[in-house]
């Protein structure tokens, strides 16, 4: 295999994590480790879209402490974006898309690419490197996995999970210390709802926070299982009659016995055409209320979970950085059209690695809890579960802090001149 020399882009795209930038970090130190091949290592504003406006900053300008404080730092550092090119519905916008991508590509001698993102960004990814085949344009695509969601298959889990359910299950703690010490005979019920679409990883994981039967939460709705109200109802009361007060979590994507989604706005729909998801929470609030007359608050945890870098998991961080490296070492092996994939090797005590998944097996497929890791009646997550997601929230980081805050970077963003007309 001949050695391909040339420079290198990396971008993020879709819902950011605490730890994204942790895989941006690892993309570019190991990426710096390879100048005799990896010669400009350039980032994309803004993700896909970015780069079709020819947005690209010079990170070799960056100070090596800001790559490195990257790996607390949370949200997307250089920028993200939820832009699909896509060649069933707009089938012309995307072949001029491709185009444009390509005359960006070959005007920055692009030879290496690092896309780091979820289902729509992987799919984007293998789209790229099918178009590279296509056009005889030698040219790396590996995808970073990433989303809270944990959504991804192939594999074991994705960066950013671990440290959502951390800092969940650690917001469901805390709130019931709250609400059980106000608990009165009249009864009180708290309605957590969390993040992750159709798929019930993020609300499950908040079941870590239980050390006994009775602490909460007491119910988790799992958009695996279809909701059903007069079970749910009878759940609440019961928890009520016996401790006075009931937390409730609830995944955003919860399903109706029909298959649709419960919160669902079909009248707003997201830039990938998924309608719109909010008020899980609060139409299950209006049930508790009306059916059972119990005082009913709701909470939701919203941009904040995914932003919490404050209690990321360190094992967390470090799986993400190096899935970051991983992918670098793999494109300088020749690889492209895969995916960098965690792989568990024990879960007590915790081993993994790295491997690669063909990017046609992670493209635009939705991977949810198994059944048979939910509780017969389901309502909570099982031990299967708890053995499976106890491992991804350990380690405590070492927070740089400033003045008492904790100590995020930013980069500097030194623009590379462009060389194509303005994109139409």
Known sequence: MSE??????????GGPTAVINASVAGVIQEAGKHP??????????????GILNEELIDLNDEKSRAIEGLKHTPAAALGT??????????????????????????????????????NDSQDTANKIHDEALKRKFEMRVIGVPKTIDNDLPHTDHCPGFGSVIKYNAATVMEVAADVSSMATD?????????????????????????RSPNDAPHIILLPEIPFDEAAFLAKVKMVVDELKYCIVVVGEGLKDASGKEFAADTTKLDSFGHPVLSGAAERLAEIVSAKLGTKTRTIKLGYAQRAAAHFASETDVEEATACGSAAVR???????GFMVKLV???????RWTTDLEDLNHIANVEHLIPRDWISADGFLPNEKFVEYAQPLI???LHLPTERGLPKFVTLEKNRVEKKLPSRS
């Not at 568990?344 to 915790?350: C, E, G, M």
């Open 81 to 118: 974006c939820r832009y699909k090119i896509d060649f069933k519905k707009k089938p012309n916008q995307a072949a001029k898309d491709m185009d444009r991508l390509f005359d960006v590509f070959m005007g920055h001698n692009i030879r290496y690419f690092f896309y780091a993102g979820g």
């Open 186 to 210: 009249d009864g009180a019920c708290c309605i957590v709802e969390v993040m992750g679409r159709g798929a019930g990883w993020i609300a499950a994981g908040t079941v870590l926070a239980k």
């Open 4 to 13: 391909l020399v040339g420079n290198m882009l990396v971008a993020q795209s």
């Open 344 to 350: 568990r090797l024990s879960s007590n005590p915790y």
């Open 394 to 396: 350990e380690g405590e």
């Open 36 to 49: 005799e091949v990896i010669e400009e290592i350039y980032g994309g504003l803004n993700g896909i879209l």
């Open 330 to 336: 793999a494109a300088l092996d020749g690889k492209s």
